[in-house]
């Protein structure tokens, strides 16, 4: 890998609750491409440096000037304490792991934003009848091991996205059967954010809650579990998934009146993907779109699943570039 060894050579990663992403990006060419994007499971490694350092290795990297990480969870003075993993990075330690020239750390959605304006086609699923437009403000959400959301503001073609934790903001019911799930979610949280039902613990708990709301009796599963039972035609996983995708269809409205988000939003995240039919399928679009007085706001709103796994490695990619408008793919 010795050619790779150039003064336009950056790392960038993608670290999330469960997997860890990278890839080397080479800025010397005139049409940038992420070079070998590689996937491990974090639990497979102590730190998150082990990880950056076993890419590495693998590369046959000597030296590269700069790298982008983007992560889940808040950064405070370069720092990041994951929220939903026990660990921690610092730019400093990044960039002594590396030997890098400069280090910086995104949020993991901060990165999808950045990534969003440039997807292709094929790296989209429609939901519901109206395409992209190319104009006005976006947001971008999803649920993962947790649940992420930014916006981009576009503005006389200058770009700003909007870092958030939106992930955390108040779960809100729409129904009976909705409040009854609050009820327990309260008791045992104390406080219910939307990512306590939309992630993939929060969807195990919803299977568990759903049932004995509805007076089913149901088997404990993981949320790969469900979704792959769901998909293939299991009826009481399909009920979750059904409720599950009805709840992030009215989060992802109210983000999306929340931000202004009227150029279209985008669902990213590892599970939206994998049930990406049954999301077209059910009630995900018709509670986006059922906001009283705003519906026909609503109405307007592009949404589409971001089926590329590797979106947050092009959004630091393009942190890196000194405007921020490299196109990469």
């Not at 983007?70 to 993993?85: D, K, L, M, R, W």
């Not at 969003?116 to 989209?124: E, F, I, M, Q, T």
């Not at 049932?211 to 993981?222: D, F, K, N, S, Y």
């Not at 792959?228 to 009146?257: M, N, P, Q, Y």
Request: charged share 20%; net charge negative; with cysteine.
């Amino acid at each position: 890998m010795s050619g790779l060894n150039s003064i336009g050579l950056g790392l960038v990663g993608d670290i999330g609750g469960t997997n860890a992403r990278f890839a080397l990006v080479d800025f010397d060419g005139v049409d940038p491409q992420l070079i070998e994007p590689t996937s491990y499971k974090g639990e497979d490694y102590g730190t998150a440096e082990d990880a950056i350092e076993h890419y590495l290795a693998k590369m046959g990297l000597k030296h590269a000037e700069h790298a982008v990480v983007a992560v889940a969870g808040p950064i405070e003075h370069g720092t990041v304490h994951f929220t939903n993993s026990d660990w921690k990075l610092s730019e400093d330690s990044l960039r002594r792991t590396g030997g890098f020239r400069s280090a910086k750390l995104i949020n993991d959605f901060t990165a999808q934003a950045l990534a969003a304006p440039r997807l292709a086609p094929k790296d989209l699923r429609q939901i519901g009848p109206l395409p992209t437009s190319g104009e006005g403000d976006l947001a971008i959400l999803g649920p993962g091991t947790g649940f992420g959301a930014a916006g981009m503001v576009r503005r006389h073609g200058v770009e700003t996205p909007l870092t958030t934790e939106g992930g955390h903001i108040a779960f809100a019911p729409t129904d009976d059967t909705e409040i009854e799930i609050l009820r327990v979610l309260i008791k045992r949280f104390g406080r219910c954010s939307i990512e306590r039902l939309l992630s993939g613990p929060g969807m195990e708990d919803l299977h568990v809650i759903l049932g004995a709301v509805e007076g089913r009796q149901v088997e404990e599963l993981t949320a790969k579990q469900i979704t792959e039972h769901g998909v293939a035609g299991d009826s009481c996983c399909k009920a979750t998934i059904d409720r599950f995708c009805g709840i992030l269809g009215s989060s992802a409205g109210d983000l999306a009146l929340a931000l202004g988000a009227r150029g279209g939003v985008f669902i990213a995240g590892g599970i939206a993907p994998r049930i990406v039919d049954l999301l077209d399928q059910g009630p995900f679009r018709a509670r986006f779109e059922a906001k009283g007085r705003l519906g026909d706001y609503t109405k307007a709103i592009p949404t589409h699943v971001v089926m590329n796994p590797h979106t947050a490695l092009i959004g630091a990619a393009v942190a890196m570039t000194p405007d921020g408008r490299a196109a990469i793919s």
